[in-house]
C-alpha cells in the first residue's frame, strides 16, 4: 500500500525559532498532499493544499506567511512553521490522496508533535 | 473551515454494546469516506462510499450513505475494546479536497 513518511515524529523548539517537518510519499508520486494540524480530542483541521510546483492553497484563517509550505517535487512537501509560539504547540500531519485507486483515500503520515516552549 | 459535522463527540458504551456515529455535511458530498484514529495515532482509512442511499458492510461495522448524498453514519454491533477510537467522516466535494468530521470519541468499557 502507499505509504507516507512524516518527520520528525516529535520537537521541542524555542519561542521565535522555526521549524520544518517533512511529508514524504515513499512509493508514490504525490502532486497534492494536505496538511493537518489537531488539538488534543479534536478533529483534523486542515491548514492547506500542497501543490507540487505551485503555490499552496490555505484555508481561511491559517497565517500563509506562519506556515510556509513547500512542495518542490511529487514526492516531498514541507511545513515551515516561523517564529513558533506556545500556541503553536499541537500535532500536524501531513496526507496524500491515492488517487489511482478507485477510492482515492488519504494515506497519513506519522504525524509531528510540536511543542513550543 | 469544518463543513462536516459528527454526532455524538464522545461516547462511552460497554462492550457488547452496539455503537452509532453520525455524519452531516452542510453541501451535497460527491462521496464519503471514513476513518478510524487510534489513540497516538493517525487516522487509517476504513470505507468509501460514493452511491445515493449505499450500504456497505465490514464484519460488524455498517456504513451507510444518505439519500441526499449530504449525510452518513458508522454502525459497531456488539464493541468489543479493540474498536476503541476516534472514528472521522470525510466528506469529499468536487475536486481534490475532503474535509474531516469532527469526530466522534469511542471508550468501550470491558
Known amino acids: 500500500g502507499a505509504v507516507v513518511s512524516q518527520h520528525p515524529s516529535r520537537v521541542i523548539c524555542k519561542s521565535g525559532t522555526s521549524v520544518k517537518i517533512e511529508c514524504r510519499s515513499l512509493?508514490?508520486?504525490?502532486?497534492?498532499m494536505f496538511w493537518y494540524r489537531q488539538f488534543p480530542k479534536q478533529s483534523l483541521m486542515l491548514m492547506a493544499t500542497?501543490?507540487?510546483?505551485?503555490?499552496?492553497?490555505?484555508e481561511q484563517g491559517v497565517e500563509k506567511d506562519k506556515f510556509l509550505i513547500n512542495h518542490a517535487s511529487l514526492t516531498l512537501s514541507t511545513l515551515t512553521v516561523t517564529s513558533a509560539h506556545p500556541e503553536d504547540s499541537s500535532f500536524y500531519i501531513c496526507?496524500?490522496?491515492?488517487?489511482?485507486?478507485?477510492?482515492?483515500?488519504?494515506?497519513f503520515g506519522q504525524g509531528t508533535r510540536l511543542t513550543v516552549v | 473551515g469544518q463543513q462536516v459535522m459528527q454526532i455524538p463527540q464522545y461516547q462511552h458504551v460497554q462492550e457488547g454494546e452496539d455503537f452509532t456515529t453520525y455524519c452531516n455535511s452542510s453541501?451535497?458530498?460527491?462521496?464519503i469516506q471514513w476513518y478510524k484514529q487510534r489513540p497516538g495515532g493517525h487516522p487509517v482509512f476504513l470505507i468509501q462510499?460514493?452511491?445515493?442511499?449505499e450500504v456497505k458492510k465490514q464484519k460488524r461495522l455498517t456504513f451507510q450513505f444518505g439519500e441526499a448524498k449530504k449525510n452518513s453514519s458508522l454502525h459497531i454491533t456488539a464493541t468489543q475494546t479493540t474498536d476503541v477510537g476516534t472514528y472521522f467522516c470525510?466528506?469529499?466535494?468536487?475536486?481534490?479536497?475532503?474535509?474531516f468530521g469532527t469526530g466522534t470519541s469511542l471508550t468501550v468499557i470491558p
Open positions: 496526507s496524500a490522496r491515492a488517487l489511482w485507486r478507485e477510492s482515492a483515500e488519504a494515506f
Open positions: 512509493d508514490f508520486q504525490a502532486t497534492t
Open positions: 500542497s501543490n507540487e510546483g505551485s503555490k499552496a492553497t490555505y
Open positions: 453541501t451535497t458530498l460527491s462521496n
Open positions: 462510499l460514493v452511491k445515493s442511499g
Open positions: 470525510a466528506g469529499v466535494q468536487t475536486g481534490n479536497q475532503f474535509y
